[in-house]
Structure formats: C-alpha cells, structure tokens
C-alpha cells in the first residue's frame, strides 16, 4: 500500500460550520503533513507531524486545528473558516523525519469551498 | 525573497519531442535537496525526481532527468519524449534543512506544460 488517502474529496461548508478532514496512511511513515493550495498557487505548507508530535505550526490561525491520533492517521478540523480559506487542502507523508533524501508522499486533496 | 523560481508560467510542446523546465533556487545552506513533482488536475502530488546537493550526477528517473548546475543554483527538469499525459502542472521544490521535526519542501510557483498531439 503506497497511498496516502484523503477524505472528503469535495467538503462545502458554511462560516458557522465545523467539520473535519480526514488523512490516512498505512506505510509506515512517521512524519505526517497538512499543506494549503491555492487555485494557480503553489502548496504552502501548514503543520508537521513528527513521531505523533506536532513539530511545526506555520502561524496558522485557530480555526484550524490538527490532530494525530495515531502513526496513521492526520486530521484537520475546521471550526468557523472563512471564504479566503477556500482551497486544496493536501495531506503528506514521509517515511523519516530525519533522512534528507526522502520524498513526501501526497494525496489527492480535499477541496474546500467556505461559503 | 522567493526561495524556489521558475520562470516558465506556462510551455507547449509537441508530443515525442523534449521539453526543459527551469528552476533556479536561492539558499545559503551546504546540504540541501530539490524535487520535481507534477500535478495533474485531479490534484494529486506525484514525486518525479530528487537531487541531493551533494551528488555529483545528475539524477535521472525513466523519461526525467535533472540537469543540475550548482554554482548557478539551477535544478532544470528534463522530460524526454513528451507524452499526452504529461501534461500538468509541475513543481520544483527545495528542503534545506532537515532534522526530527521532519521535511519541510519550499515550492516554487509552478510551471504548467501542455502536451500537443
């Protein structure tokens, strides 16, 4: 298994709204990550999971909050977003935090449109 | 200052032929790694090709090679023999430090390579 798998694929919801979205892995990999694109936007890269630690929070505003609940699973909750966070939301895993060489491994985004 | 450059917004080329997409790249660490990745429009991130910064050959994956030239800091992507599904959008990305918190990638703005029949 070489996939990392998000959940939903699609989510719409309103600014009062909370919902989660939902990040697997089953490769064993124990750094995990949260990455935002923009349309016609490079990804730009949220949080770090590392051995289930949270390890780097790039300043992102509360209404997003992760959490891993084991070596396998990423969530991001999503509590009273606003329109601008409209985008891609790509989860990432890596197979070691510390070995250099190592490429992330992504899944296929889960859109988020906040109206 | 932007980390990770690349100039080509967009590129056509014709299928079967090679296309070159530029990355330069800006840091001032010793040990540092690029990647190229290609998105498709179905979103997904797909790792093409890694070059450590202390390799002293170009790495090549299938059709992809990377023409790297450290003293210019440039980490161009070579696609031979261009495929209708090569069409996507593709990224050039840097790692500059590494350690247990894990691996950061810095990406670039992006070029989109539209393939013609």
């Known amino acids: 298994d070489t996939e990392v798998t998000q959940t939903p694929k699609h989510l719409v919801m309103g600014m009062t709204n909370k919902k989660s979205l939902k990040c697997e892995q089953h490769?064993?990999?124990?750094?995990m990550y949260w990455y935002k694109q923009k349309a016609k936007k490079p990804p730009e890269l949220m949080f770090v999971?590392?051995?289930?630690?949270?390890?780097i929070n790039e300043s992102v505003p509360s209404r997003f909050s992760p959490e891993c609940p084991n070596s396998s699973l990423l969530n991001l909750h999503l509590h009273a977003l606003q329109p601008e966070d409209s985008a891609l939301y790509l989860c990432?895993?890596?197979?070691?935090?510390?070995?250099?060489?190592?490429?992330?491994?992504f899944g296929s985004g889960t859109q988020l449109s906040v109206l | 200052a932007q980390k990770i450059t690349q100039t080509q917004p967009g590129m056509f080329v014709q299928e079967k032929e090679a296309v070159t997409l530029d990355c330069t790249y800006d840091?001032?660490?010793?040990?540092?790694?690029l990647f190229w990745y290609k998105q498709p429009s179905s979103g997904e991130m797909i790792f093409l090709i890694y070059?450590?910064?202390?390799?002293?050959q170009n790495a090549t994956e299938g059709r992809y090679s990377l023409n790297f030239q450290k003293a210019r800091k440039s980490a161009n992507l070579v696609i031979s023999a261009s495929q209708l599904g090569d069409s996507a959008m593709y990224f050039c990305?840097?790692?500059?430090?590494?350690?247990?918190?894990?691996?950061?990638?810095?990406f670039g703005g992006g070029t989109r390579l539209m393939v013609k029949p």
């Open positions: 070059q450590g910064s202390y390799d002293e």
């Open positions: 990305a840097m790692r500059e430090t590494w350690d247990n918190a894990g691996n950061m990638l810095t």
């Open positions: 490769m064993g990999h124990r750094a």
């Open positions: 999971y590392s051995y289930e630690k949270l390890s």
């Open positions: 840091t001032s660490d010793q040990s540092y790694g």
């Open positions: 990432a895993s890596s197979l070691n935090p510390g070995q250099g060489y190592e490429k992330l491994f």
